[in-house]
């Protein structure tokens, strides 16, 4: 029985991918043109997968690159995926796209952040946002996680404070029922014991005040964020690369935010960025 580094044979994690997807012997054996017989083999160390069958599996299980990697290290083979630096010659042309990409979406914020949420890129439309962050948290590297939910970040001048930390805790937690990431927890861990700045408890006014969001009909949880005097409201969305062959860009998001109404989109379209830097 061949058995990772750690001391994990492959049949395990295999099994323990299949049950996480909530996946049948039968029905993976199915998807990946094989046996109920032989992935059950697989799976208590019977027979010893190809490489083959090994990233077959990992497709039809929808396992993330990385893991993809652990999985036929525990099998005997090579890693398939490198994981280059985000700064290396390498991914130069992605680094140039993905800068004209946030250039483009100005005055709109936007950023890109990895698997852990460190801060890659942003661009100046972000930075507009981070007016009266406590300065030890722009101190690099930058974390879009730390910077919206610490007391001293931007959650005190998030209105709707409530919905929007317990939107990001929930996404937090998706992410680590579908990746095994031992930072990514602790990251959680540490977010989500920051004290909630007063005022901005479930039973604020601040907090019932956006119930209904003041009458808007917003398609999305908006986040509604003081600025400069004003709230600004947003969507956000995120994106992600199609098909990655690096870990470290299979592990990219691009988060973007639009305006959610009128006011929001004016006051940003009368935002001059030259006159800022990024972060």
Do not use: C
């Not at 004290?195 to 917003?218: D, M, N, Q």
């Not at 199609?242 to 691009?254: C, F, K, R, Y």
């Amino acid at each position: 029985m061949t058995t990772a580094a750690n001391g994990t044979a492959v049949g395990p994690l295999l099994r323990s991918w299949r049950e996480r997807r909530r996946v049948s012997q039968l029905e993976l054996a199915l998807r990946a043109d094989s046996s109920a017989r032989h992935i059950s083999f697989v799976e208590t160390g019977r027979s010893r997968p190809s490489e083959a069958m090994v990233l077959r599996l990992a497709e039809h299980l929808d396992v993330p690159v990385r893991e993809r990697n652990a999985l036929l290290l525990a099998a005997g083979y090579a890693p398939r995926y490198a994981e280059t630096p985000v700064d290396a010659p390498a991914l130069g042309a992605l680094r140039q796209g993905i800068d004209r990409l946030l250039l483009g979406y100005e005055p709109y914020p936007a950023l890109v952040v990895d698997g852990t949420y460190t801060v890659v890129a942003a661009n100046r439309g972000i930075t507009m946002l981070l007016d009266g962050v406590a300065g030890h948290l722009l101190a690099p590297p930058l974390n879009a996680m730390r910077l919206t939910l610490h007391p001293e970040g931007l959650a005190p001048r998030i209105r709707n404070l409530p919905q929007w930390r317990g939107h990001l805790l929930e996404q937090m937690q998706r992410q680590i029922a579908l990746v095994r990431s031992a930072p990514l927890r602790a990251l959680y861990e540490e977010v989500a014991g920051y004290p909630v700045p007063a005022g901005k408890g479930p039973t604020a006014a601040e907090g019932r005040e956006e119930g209904p969001f003041a009458g808007h009909p917003y398609v999305a949880l908006p986040l509604r964020i003081e600025q400069a005097g004003r709230v600004l409201t947003f969507v956000s969305s995120i994106s992600t690369f199609n098909t990655p062959l690096d870990v470290t860009v299979a592990e990219l998001a691009i988060e973007t935010f639009l305006p959610a109404d009128e006011e929001t989109a004016s006051h940003l379209r009368s935002f001059t960025p030259r006159s800022a830097s990024g972060p």
